[in-house]
T-cell receptor, first 107, second 116 residues
Framework: DAKTTQPTSMDCAEGRAANLPCNHSTISGNEYVYWYRQIHSQGPQYIIHGLKNNETNEMASLIITEDRKSSTLILPHATLRDTAVYYCIALGNMLTFGGGTRLMVKP | NAGVTQTPKFQVLKTGQSMTLQCAQDMNHNSMYWYRQDPGMGLRLIYYSASEGTTDKGEVPNGYNVSRLNKREFSLRLESAAPSQTSVYFC???????????????FGDGTRLSIL
């Protein structure tokens, strides 16, 4: 699995877009980029994934650079309930979570 | 729609006791995984089962054993619990393993284990 690097923490105002960056410069050509989040001590929750193209679902958008060395998760209108730790993973056969980004959404 | 179910949710053990953590999924997934998460840390893979009948070590397998009982169930056993194994344990499943697999993992809610 490719190593990923994320900022330790970020703040975002409620109602604004939250943009969470991730670097994965050693990603292989067929490794997908996955995003999960963990609220309090619950199990990680799947958000979105992609290979080359940008992706959007009901929770978020994923922007992957053309060289695939980095990506950005976008929560378009952050709410207080989006406060969580967000993990970016370049998925191989196993799935290893690093430290993630602790996103604090503030009123 | 239960997804991944873990039992028990909480457990306190004494050093040297044994314990089996249970995990079951109802999504007909082929692959199952056990992780541990220590306070303030990310998840680390203990063991995984790519398919029924197979198991492989992950990043931190020492002190643990696993059994893939059938396609639905994957158990984690601590033979002689140690305080260093105090952690939150998560089970996950995925439809298929493999590099480039276009399938997310689905996680249970965890077992909080304290060893005194």
């Amino acid at each position: 699995d490719a190593k990923t690097t994320q900022p330790t923490s970020m703040d975002c105002a409620e109602g604004r877009a939250a943009n969470l960056p991730c670097n994965h410069s050693t990603i292989s050509g067929n490794e997908y980029v996955y995003w999960y989040r963990q609220i309090h001590s619950q199990g990680p929750q799947y958000i979105i994934h992609g290979l080359k193209n940008n992706e959007t679902n009901e929770m978020a958008s994923l922007i992957i650079t053309e060289d695939r060395k980095s990506s950005t998760l976008i929560l378009p209108h952050a709410t207080l309930r989006d406060t969580a730790v967000y993990y970016c993973i370049a998925l191989g056969n196993m799935l290893t979570f690093g430290g993630g980004t602790r996103l604090m959404v503030k009123p | 729609n239960a997804g991944v179910t873990q039992t028990p949710k909480f457990q306190v053990l004494k050093t040297g006791q044994s314990m089996t953590l249970q995990c079951a999924q109802d999504m007909n997934h082929n692959s199952m995984y056990w992780y541990r998460q220590d306070p303030g840390m990310g998840l680390r893979l203990i063991y995984y089962s790519a398919s029924e009948g197979t198991t492989d070590k992950g990043e931190v397998p020492n002190g643990y054993n696993v059994s893939r009982l059938n396609k639905r169930e994957f158990s984690l056993r601590l033979e002689s619990a140690a305080p260093s194994q105090t952690s939150v344990y998560f089970c996950a499943s995925r439809e298929y393993p493999g590099l480039g697999s276009n399938q997310p993992q689905h996680f249970g809610d965890g077992t909080r284990l304290s060893i005194l």
